[in-house]
Each structure stands twice: as C-alpha cells, then as structure tokens.
T-cell receptor, first 114, second 112 residues
Framework: DTAVSQTPKYLVTQMGNDKSIKCEQNLGHDTMYWYKQDSKKFLKIMFSYNNKELIINETVPNRFSPKSPDKAHLNLHINSLELGDSAVYFC?????????????FGQGTRLTVV | GQSLEQPSEVTAVEGAIVQINCTYQTSGFYGLSWYQQHDGGAPTFLSYNALDGLEETGRFSSFLSRSDSYGYLLLQELQMKDSASYFCAVRDYMDSSYKLIFGSGTRLLVRP
C-alpha cells in the first residue's frame, strides 16, 4: 500500500490553463505539506495543513490554492499557469508528535508549462 | 527566518567515508533530519537528531550540536548506490504550527 500517493506523476499543459494535483495519505498523519522543487533541486515549502486547517502559507502566488476535503487529502489547484511554475511538486505528510520528524513524500508530480 | 547551509556537491570513492555538514539558523528548533533523494525519486527519511550527539543507523550516522547549530551526516563504506542528493532539514515550531524546512541539498557522487 502506498503511504502518500499523488496524481498525476507527469503534467504537461499550456500557459494560462488551470490544473490540479491530488494527494492522499493513508498513514493517519495530522499534517500534510506541499513542496516545490525547482531545477536546482531546492525544496521549498509552499503550504502546511494540520487537521484540515491551513497553518502555513509561504509567499507563493495566490494562483496556488490548497484544498483539504478531509485529513487524508490535500490537493493543489493552480490557476493561470505560468512558465515559471514548471517544477516538481511533492506532497508530504508527517505526524505532529514532537519527537518524530519523519516526513513521508509522494512520488512527485513533474509539471511542465509550455 | 530560517536558513540552512550545506555544501552543494561532494565527491568520494567507493568504500570511503564522507561527511556532509549542515549549519542552520532557526527560531524554534525541534530537531535536525536528513533525507536522501535519488534522481527522479522522492526524498526519503534517513535519520533524525533531537538531542546532541551521534545517532547510528547502519552505514549512516548523524550528529547534532545544538549549541553550534550544526550537524552532519556521515556515510561509511560508500557504495555506488549512495550517489544521490542529501538534504538536511529542521523542524521548526512557530505560531502553534510545525514546519519542516529543507536545506539546498548536497549532491554526492560516488566513484569506483
């Protein structure tokens, strides 16, 4: 069973389109994240959700909006896609317990905007 | 704010030992973690240090000095499959929330 699964794995789309990436975790974790990894491999946190509540919203454009229908899902919607949005997007989850910082990542979604 | 620094690239030979350093600056520190990422893959958890000292897990060990805001990942008996990017990450607690912040990653190349 996959712990954190995100779909699609690859996404190629044109500028100006709206797209969504889905993420689900079956680990019972309280916290879910979205990260963006650019071509230089830098992993930048975008959002953090705890029990369906948005906790952290880093300085990302408001074209990006996370949606959490329940504790096990955190989807990412992107409106009016731009060339600079091309990157690999990772969903992750972790328990909130203080002494356990292991985060589990999905396989990533490679977004290419043309 | 938070920041982590680690070398961008390290090269070593098979069978050798390599150390990847990480210095960090953060307000609410709750531990230093290390992740491995192969090309095209997802980051996977390697180790975690909440307290000062050395944690050993097989060929990998991780060290933390909270007073120096410094840690390192030690890889022994290097194998070709260890060629990957290694990220240090700090768990920060601010404004009643946890945040996992990653360094820029160190690309390790293991040569025969």
């Amino acid at each position: 069973d996959t712990a954190v699964s995100q779909t699609p794995k690859y996404l190629v789309t044109q500028m100006g389109n709206d797209k969504s990436i889905k993420c689900e975790q079956n680990l019972g974790h309280d916290t879910m994240y979205w990260y963006k990894q650019d071509s230089k491999k830098f992993l930048k946190i975008m959002f953090s959700y705890n029990n369906k509540e948005l906790i952290i919203n880093e300085t990302v454009p408001n074209r990006f909006s996370p949606k959490s229908p329940d504790k096990a899902h955190l989807n990412l919607h992107i409106n009016s896609l731009e060339l600079g949005d091309s990157a690999v997007y990772f969903c992750a989850s972790s328990p909130i317990r203080r002494m356990n910082t292991e985060a589990f990542f999905g396989q990533g979604t490679r977004l290419t905007v043309v | 704010g938070q920041s982590l620094e680690q070398p961008s690239e390290v090269t070593a030979v098979e069978g050798a030992i390599v150390q990847i350093n990480c210095t960090y600056q953060t307000s609410g520190f709750y531990g230093l973690s290390w992740y491995q990422q192969h090309d095209g893959g997802a980051p996977t958890f390697l180790s975690y240090n909440a307290l000062d000292g050395l944690e050993e897990t097989g060929r990998f060990s991780s060290f933390l000095s909270r007073s120096d805001s410094y840690g390192y990942l030690l890889l022994q008996e290097l194998q070709m499959k260890d060629s990957a990017s290694y990220f240090c990450a700090v768990r920060d607690y601010m404004d009643s929330s946890y945040k996992l912040i990653f360094g820029s990653g160190t690309r390790l190349l293991v040569r025969p």
